[in-house]
């Protein structure tokens, strides 16, 4: 069972999209930045609120959700990972079971559309 994801997007109180490691809560990890050879800003499509697009680079499998829990405008993004080789339904299931992630789900204004 996936215990922290990795989250790009913004937190339950303001907008603008950070680097976050979240469980049970949120938790700054703006070295992650420099870390990843990937872009999250383009994995969305940016007006679809609430689209889910699942995404594999190399051998990471990442859930991009367009759209926020707080920011309402468009082109906010809500990206979220774990380990190599982690599957989508690993994925999926801890962001909709871990405390941070599920709240960030729950206070989406919007249904999110899961495709898988």
């Known amino acids: 069972m996936i215990k922290q994801l990795n989250y790009f997007g913004t937190n339950l109180t303001s907008s603008g999209h950070y680097y976050w490691s979240i469980g049970d809560g949120f938790y700054s990890y703006t070295s992650l930045q420099d870390s990843l050879t990937w872009n999250p800003e383009g994995l969305t499509k940016g007006y679809q609120n609430g689209l889910v697009t699942v995404i594999t680079i190399n051998v990471l499998n990442i859930i991009a959700i ?10 906010s993004k809500s990206i979220f990972w774990a380990d190599r080789n982690t599957k989508f339904i690993d994925l999926k299931e801890a962001i909709l079971t871990l405390k941070a992630s599920k709240a960030i789900i729950e ?8 495709t898988f």
């Open 107 to 114: 206070q989406m204004p919007f249904e999110v559309r899961w």
């Open 66 to 75: 367009d759209g926020s829990p707080y920011d309402r405008r468009p082109g």
